[in-house]
Nanobody
């Protein structure tokens, strides 16, 4: 299984981006999916997660601004980010759990300028 992420980039504060994470390989379904963020000098943190029943959870700092979703047919997980702030800057990594195995994407850079 490979994960390919896209959608990162440079955006001004207040702007929006949508990240995508597509799984390839012989998989039936993504059980759990999440987006993590690695900011410079900080520990990796869970930004948003989505259970197999499509119940989302978010870190407090992004509640009301970010939305995680999935398209099972496309084997893709999305992170819609709105009202971006400079403190949202970092490398965003996709994480999925498939049949008891965990996989990580390579990461996509998000930079929010003030």
């Amino acid at each position: 299984v490979q994960l390919v992420e896209s959608g990162g980039g440079l955006v001004q504060a207040g702007g929006s981006l949508r990240l995508s994470c597509t799984a390839s390989g012989s998989i039936f379904a993504i059980n759990y999916a999440a987006w993590y963020r690695q900011a410079p000098g900080k520990e990796r943190e869970l930004v948003a997660g989505l259970s197999s029943s499509n119940t989302p959870n978010y870190v407090d700092s992004v509640k009301g601004r970010f939305a995680i979703s999935r398209d099972n047919d496309k084997k893709t997980v999305y992170l819609q980010m709105s009202s971006l702030k400079p403190e949202d800057t970092g490398i965003y990594l996709c994480y999925v759990l498939i049949a008891g195995q965990t996989y990580w994407g390579q990461g996509t850079q998000v930079t929010v300028s003030s």
